[in-house]
């Protein structure tokens, strides 16, 4: 029976409704299905190897899952990355473990099975592995960290007795092997204020004699350098793109060569070569070794190009001296963001050191050596300030060691950029340096807390 218009009309219609309905549904399907995940790409690997530890860093786009196991005979890392797949960033890591590395004899790298790469490092030695990952910081985006530190650390006070060269100077009998490790009595003169040469050669005069701040110490004096930054942590960087951390380290070298002259000083290098030190492990390495003085050593930054001079900060109690005091602390504070340290394995007893026990005898030491230290840098470089700074920095917190911070010059200024580049201007700064640390030494002679070494 044949149907009428309307109804034909109606079943069109209703055609036409299921066939939107169903093309909606489709749509809304392909909407809440998921599309496929894309792999997380890695952006940068960098190796820091030290004799301290050996540091793999990599940098990548999103948070990864990774895990990792050791194992024996011979000792090697297994590190499996989920979610990525092998490029050739990854596999540049290769190429950039070194020959010298105290630590790693060389990694492999491999796509291990779908959207997994495994890493494995084939280990010179027994290591205690630190896996962790980084937040977001600054110029940074996500990073997994692989610290490869010692099974079996050295003993700080041994590896600081074994590489002084100033064994090497010192005037000893030969024939006497305990002597020549341990000199009796190390002659003061070399602390003693500097005076023209007709005087200094007087000995027989009472007169200069008594007017001469000679010491006369029955152990050696201590001093922890400290150079700030280092790895990840580049500090500030100039307009020429030199950078604040390569700027300190050259002038802490050339200070501890400068101190290893003289018989009755050593000194130690919180780091010696390219890597990070957490701020708290700063403090720890100059305790470990009983410094009788910790020296920071760093190269000032600001938001104005024209901001300059060379400064020397000491700790403070009750707050910053300066609004640009409290600007700065903050700044070299985050230092621990950027450089990346593994907050799981943060020591109660070490936050304890840092922020409780500051002492107001310690504060007063490093404000009188910070003073010594003023006066013969502003003798070479204009100063920011005339007298010693005060605020809350981290690195300055050792409750028992006189403590100083130096901004040797503002690297954010061209002219002054120019100048800590310069290797005379490096030499002059590190004979200040030391010429201060002396002059304080000469007048407020170490407490007898170490034994004679």
């Known amino acids: 029976m044949p149907r009428s218009p309307e109804i034909r009309a109606q079943s069109v219609k209703s055609k036409t409704r299921r066939t939107i309905i169903k ?15 894309c ?36 000792e090697r890392l297994v590190v499996d990355i989920e979610g990525i797949d092998l490029n050739s960033t990854l596999k540049d890591l290769v190429a950039k473990i070194q020959p010298n590395d105290p630590y790693i004899k060389q990694v492999r790298v491999g796509q291990n099975r779908p959207s997994v790469v495994r890493l494995v490092f084939d280990l010179k030695d027994e290591i205690k592995p ?43 009998n030969p024939q006497n092997p305990q002597q020549a490790q341990i000199p009796a009595q190390p002659d003061p003169a070399p602390l003693a204020e500097a005076k023209p040469a007709p005087e200094a050669k007087s000995e027989k005069n009472p007169k200069v004699v008594a007017e001469e701040p000679r010491m006369q110490l029955t152990r050696m004096i201590t001093i922890a350098l400290d150079p700030g930054h280092g790895g990840e942590d580049p500090g500030a960087t100039g307009a020429r793109g030199n950078r604040e951390k390569d700027v300190v380290l050259s002038i ?21 070569a ?7 492990q700063r403090v720890v390495k100059a305790r470990k070794v009983q410094a009788d003085l910790f020296v ?20 403070s109690e009750k707050g910053a001296s300066s609004t640009a005091a409290r600007w700065l602390a903050n700044k070299e504070n985050s230092a621990d963001l950027i450089g990346g340290v593994n907050i799981k394995t943060h020591d109660r007893q070490l936050a304890s050191v840092l922020l409780d026990l500051s002492t107001t005898a310690q504060i007063n030491d490093s404000l009188r050596v910070g003073n010594a230290v003023l006066k013969e840098i502003g003798g070479i470089n204009k100063l920011h300030k005339g007298a010693v700074e005060q605020a809350g920095f981290a690195v300055l917190k050792a409750p028992d060691i006189p403590s100083i911070l130096i901004e ?22 590190a004979d200040a340096i030391l010429t201060g640390i002396r002059k304080y030494f000469a007048k407020n002679p170490p407490l007898a807390k170490n034994k004679l070494t």
């Open 274 to 280: 390219d890597f990070f030190v957490p701020l708290g």
């Open 296 to 315: 920071s050593i760093h190269a000032d930054a600001f938001v104005q190009p024209t901001a300059r001079g060379s400064s020397v900060f000491a700790l």
């Open 408 to 429: 040797t010059a503002f690297i954010s200024n061209p002219e002054e950029e120019a100048k800590l580049t310069d290797e005379r201007y490096q030499d002059q700064m």
């Open 23 to 37: 093309a909606g549904g489709a749509l809304f399907v392909s909407v809440v299905t998921p599309l496929p995940a």
């Open 252 to 272: 802490a070298k050339r200070l501890k060569r400068k101190i290893e002259e003289h018989p009755n000083m050593r000194v130690m290098l919180t780091r010696d």
């Open 39 to 74: 792999a997380s790409q890695i952006l940068a690997v960098r190796v820091w190897p030290s004799e301290d530890y050996t540091r793999v860093t990599l940098e990548n786009d999103s948070n990864l899952k990774v895990t990792h196991f050791v194992v024996k005979d011979p």
């Open 130 to 172: 630190q896996v962790f990952t980084l937040a977001p910081v600054g110029e940074y985006k996500y990073r997994f960290v692989i610290d490869l530190y010692p099974a079996a650390p050295p003993d700080p006070i041994a590896a600081l007795i074994q590489k002084g060269d100033w064994l090497k100077d010192t005037p000893q």
